[in-house]
């Protein structure tokens, strides 16, 4: 019975670090595209901006 016991605990500590282990990734993962989301939009006004100065 304290084998059973033993085990469950183990897996149920290996499913926690998992879950954690894949949380953070999802944390990076929205994180860049975030990132990425605003260097786009950075992108398209300094390009609006250029294209509106040439034909002033």
């Given at each position: 019975?304290?084998?059973?016991?033993?085990l469950?605990?183990?897996?149920?500590?290996?499913?926690?670090?998992?879950?954690?282990?894949?949380?953070?990734?999802?944390?990076?993962?929205?994180?860049?595209e975030?990132?990425?989301?605003?260097?786009?939009?950075?992108?398209?006004?300094?390009?609006?901006?250029?294209?509106?100065?040439?034909?002033?």
């Amino acid at each position: 019975m304290k084998f059973d016991e033993e085990l469950k605990a183990m897996i149920v500590a290996e499913a926690k670090a998992k879950l954690e282990e894949d949380r953070k990734a999802a944390k990076a993962a929205a994180e860049a595209e975030a990132a990425a989301k605003g260097a786009a939009e950075e992108l398209k006004k300094n390009i609006q901006e250029e294209t509106k100065a040439k034909f002033e």
